[in-house]
């Protein structure tokens, strides 16, 4: 059997549309994926899937691949979903055990979205985090959210530099809700991504009203790299089942494109064999992550600028290197991922490489 070669794809993920509560059409989005050199977007406007239904999903003239899912939420506005490979979407659903089993059942994945907010202080704008953490079955947590990061932090006089220049207030990953991942991965595979939610919507103070976050520049802020078959990604039948299988196997890494732009950037587990793996779930014939790993392995890590990458294990930071390479040798089961950081704040987020069999 042939060798897949697998391609970087990088693209955002979390976007609403006129289809919902976002300020653009789509056209408007796909030019400005387009503009941004991003390979895919993942629309996600809020109970519908408008934007299926009116044939924009697939490959588009311009080259930039649309998904389109859907968000839902409970009756109280809380427990958002971001739900990939619906047909449908789940009707009448309010209990979020309701609806994470029902897209499931229907062979879709979902993740939690911003399951971490906590904003008090705007009235208008409430916080919407995730509560029902007894709730399983879901495929991976949305723990980077470009806008709720921004709005948690607007606050005070000093938010007038976080309106003229919001992509370089991006804050890293909530630390608690980082913690709460690491744990759930020593029990199953959980994939995480890193989430746009874009509206572009206008915000008014008294006379003034302005979009703080025109489309174009919500593109170029947390973005999602995914690894996926080549041979797949080129076949209008099958990209979109590579796509989500991509996201659901949590086969990459999420990046902050405002401190510098990570595609090309290589974060990958060598085992005692020789065999590469990506960031993710292993795959069933893929026995680096079995209960028995052929040890010694090593973690490489190429990236495009230098930066200070970390080496955490079962959600501690072990090692560390400031340079645009590292490699570690690493000999005990558990779960592994790299973070790295330029500037004042978080570049990349890895996804896991579970070594060992669970719980791990």
């Keep these: 059997m042939p060798t897949k070669t697998l391609k970087e794809i ?5 976007l609403h549309t006129t289809f919902s ?8 989005i796909i030019d400005a994926a387009d503009d941004a050199r991003l390979d895919y977007i993942c629309v996600t406007d809020h109970d519908n899937l408008g934007g299926r239904h009116a044939g924009f999903e697939g490959l588009r003239d311009n080259g930039v691949f649309v998904l389109v899912g859907y968000e839902h939420n409970d009756d109280k506005h809380h427990n958002h979903y971001l739900a990939f490979g619906m047909d449908e979407i789940a009707y009448g659903l309010t209990d979020p055990k309701a609806y994470v089993d029902a897209i499931k059942a229907t062979g879709g994945i979902g993740f939690l979205a911003h399951p971490a907010e ?7 704008l409430p916080p919407y985090p995730w509560t029902r953490w007894d709730v399983e079955g879901f495929d991976g947590i949305e723990v980077w959210n470009q806008i709720s990061d921004w709005m948690e932090r607007l606050r005070g006089w000093h938010s007038l530099t976080r309106l003229l220049s ?3 207030k991006i804050g890293d990953a909530p630390p608690e809700l980082m913690e709460r991942w690491d744990a759930l991965n020593r029990q199953r595979f959980v994939s995480a991504i890193g989430g746009v939610d874009a509206h572009s919507r206008k915000f008014k103070w008294g006379p003034f009203s302005c979009v703080v976050f025109p489309i174009d520049v919500e593109l170029r802020g947390v973005r999602m790299h995914l690894f996926v078959d080549e041979m797949d990604w080129y076949n209008a039948s099958k990209a979109g089942g590579a796509l989500i299988s991509a996201l659901r196997d949590g086969r990459g890494f999420m990046s902050n494109f405002s401190r510098g732009d990570a595609k090309g950037s290589k974060i990958v587990l060598i085992d005692g064999n020789g065999a590469v793996r990506y960031p993710g779930r292993c795959e069933p014939d893929d026995q680096s992550g079995a209960a028995e790993p052929s040890f010694p392995m090593k973690i490489k890590v190429e990236l495009t600028h230098k930066a200070k990458i970390v080496l955490i294990h079962n959600g501690k930071p072990v090692q560390s290197a400031k340079a645009k390479s590292a490699e570690w040798e690493i000999s005990e089961k558990g779960v592994y991922r790299i973070e790295a950081y330029r500037g004042t704040g978080a ?3 890895s ?3 579970p070594v060992g069999g669970y719980p791990l």
Excluded: A, E, L, Q
């Design 10 to 14: 990088c693209g955002c993920i979390h």
């Design 351 to 353: 996804n896991p490489f």
């Design 118 to 124: 906590k904003r008090n202080y705007i009235k208008s």
């Design 21 to 28: 509560d976002g300020g653009c059409d789509y056209g408007t």
């Design 166 to 168: 919001p992509n370089k």
């Design 347 to 349: 570049w990349i987020y």
